[in-house]
């Protein structure tokens, strides 16, 4: 099929689009600005601008052929509530939703049978412990009222189009917004319970959320209104004692009200909120939950320390897997992809050609500063992954998977590295401000480097 996914570059897009390339699928996206889609989105996709989504309807172009829709669009809610704010939350939802309703029901280029729109487990509002299933009445405040409108906007759609609608609760993932919030007191071993922590957390791993929209997608017994959250809900005392035992201590003291309001401001309403809700009707139809316990989950976020930064992305090449593997299995070839600002050269290698324990020595600038860096492979599988880990260098741990994927005629090139700089604590913050910056910069060129290699 040619799916037409919107948001398609956000955290859930990403990776929604990666497995509908996978399934054989076919993916158009909306996007505000088409030239950086590239960069942003580095998939067979074909782009199409949507620029005024809250005023125009989307281009005509976009529609060709497609198949179904899967509408993830929808600005932040996690940055300070100003009107400002609060009215680009409700535009981004509820208008590019009607806008969205009224090309398909107009335009005439597409055979759309299926649309997939989301929506939030806010539309219950903050309810103590009362358990939420689709069936529901929607609640008060601010983001319940901005689904109520959301999910209303999709009632002028043409009733041969089968609808679905996905209310997502707090996803969890190593890259999730959710997971780098509370990391920062997490890591420094001063995360507590909020105001006293009795508020129930709808949440959903990132891994389930995106087979929810596929199985939606590919399944026609899928219809109506589904909460898009794990079997297992806790409170956030529940929660936090979780992620405190996975870091190694116990919870610190609960973080009164009134401080999450003097910082949050009203966005401190959707930290308190009480939602309980369960995926009545996933279970119902015996969805299969890869995480539906808390632990698991955030098992797997920190699968190896909570003291650790993680940095990943991705690249589609039209070249097949061989050719890929070849230029990696060089050495030397990661100077022709590393910015020339870190003047990075490979000085030796302990065997002729690379295999598992290679030891491969470096040398680099950071910031004018010479350093030496010595990296090991510690399994090497080519055409399909190996991973580098550092034994000595500039970084308390630095540990680099590089894994290739055949995808739609060409290959997925992944990295994933997980890495802690020195200083301890301090370190840690540094890492949230200035390392971060840095590894991003230097994937970023590395991948425009392989681009136009």
Same mark, same amino acid.
């Given at each position: ?128 412990? @009362?358990? /939420?299933? +689709?069936?529901s =009445? %929607?609640? &008060?405040?601010?983001?319940?009222? #901005?689904?109520?409108?959301?999910? @209303?906007? /999709?009632? +002028?759609?043409? =009733? %041969?189009? &089968?609808l679905?609608?996905?209310? #997502? ?20 071993? #001063? ?11 709808s949440?959903i ?17 899928y219809?109506g ?54 995926p ?33 992305t ?96 060409g290959?997925?090139m ?20 200035y ?19």
């Amino acid at each position: 099929m040619r799916i037409l996914v919107t948001g398609a570059t956000g955290l859930v897009g990403k990776k929604l689009c990666i497995q509908l390339l996978k399934n054989g699928h076919q993916v158009n996206v909306l996007t505000r600005n088409v030239s950086s889609v590239k960069k942003r989105l580095p998939l067979p996709v074909t782009a199409f601008k949507w620029e005024k989504t809250d005023t125009v309807k989307p281009p005509v172009e976009a529609f060709e052929g497609v198949d179904a829709v899967i509408h993830l669009m929808g600005e932040t809610i996690a940055s300070k509530w100003t009107d400002q704010t609060k009215a680009r939350i409700y535009k981004s939802r509820v208008d590019s939703t009607k806008l969205m309703t009224k090309a398909i029901n107009s335009y005439s280029n597409h055979n759309i049978k299926t649309f997939i729109s989301t929506s939030a487990v806010g539309f219950y509002g903050s309810r103590g412990n @009362e358990i /939420l299933s +689709e069936n529901s =009445s %929607s609640g &008060r405040g601010f983001l319940a009222d #901005v689904c109520i409108d959301w999910e @209303e906007a /999709l009632e +002028e759609l043409k =009733s %041969s189009v &089968r609808l679905c609608v996905v209310r #997502v609760g707090v996803v969890i993932d190593k890259a999730a917004h959710f997971m780098s919030e509370i990391g920062t007191p997490l890591k420094n071993k #001063v995360l507590g319970p909020l105001a006293g922590g009795s508020n129930y957390v709808s949440w959903i791993h990132l891994e389930d959320l995106v087979n929810i929209y596929v199985t939606a997608l590919e399944n026609k017994n899928y219809k109506g209104t589904y909460n898009g959250t794990a079997p297992d809900t806790l409170t956030n005392k529940e929660m936090t004692k979780v992620l405190c035992e996975k870091g190694g201590y116990k919870p610190r003291p609960s973080v009164p009200k009134i401080v999450l309001r003097l910082i949050l401001g009203e966005m401190s309403t959707m930290a308190l909120a009480s939602i309980n809700a369960r995926p009545k009707r996933l279970l119902e139809e015996n969805f299969s939950f890869k995480y539906s316990n808390f632990s698991d989950a955030i098992d797997e976020v920190y699968s190896r320390s909570v003291y650790e930064e993680y940095f990943e992305t991705f690249l589609w090449l039209d070249k097949p897997i061989e050719e890929m593997a070849t230029f990696f299995s060089d050495p030397y070839n990661l100077e022709k992809i590393t910015p020339p600002w870190l003047n990075f050269k490979v000085t030796k290698m302990s065997t002729p050609e690379i295999k598992e324990n290679t030891l491969i020595d470096y040398k680099l600038k950071l910031k004018g500063i010479p350093l030496s860096w010595q990296t090991r492979i510690l399994d090497w599988n080519l055409p399909h992954y190996f991973t580098d880990n550092q034994d000595k260098g500039p970084y308390d741990v630095w540990h680099h998977r590089h894994t290739f994927t055949p995808l739609a005629g060409g290959t997925l090139m992944t990295d994933q590295v997980h890495y802690k700089v020195p200083v301890g604590q301090l370190g840690a913050l540094a890492a949230n401000w200035y390392v971060k910056s840095d590894v991003s910069k230097i994937f970023s060129y590395r991948t425009e480097a392989i681009q136009k290699l």
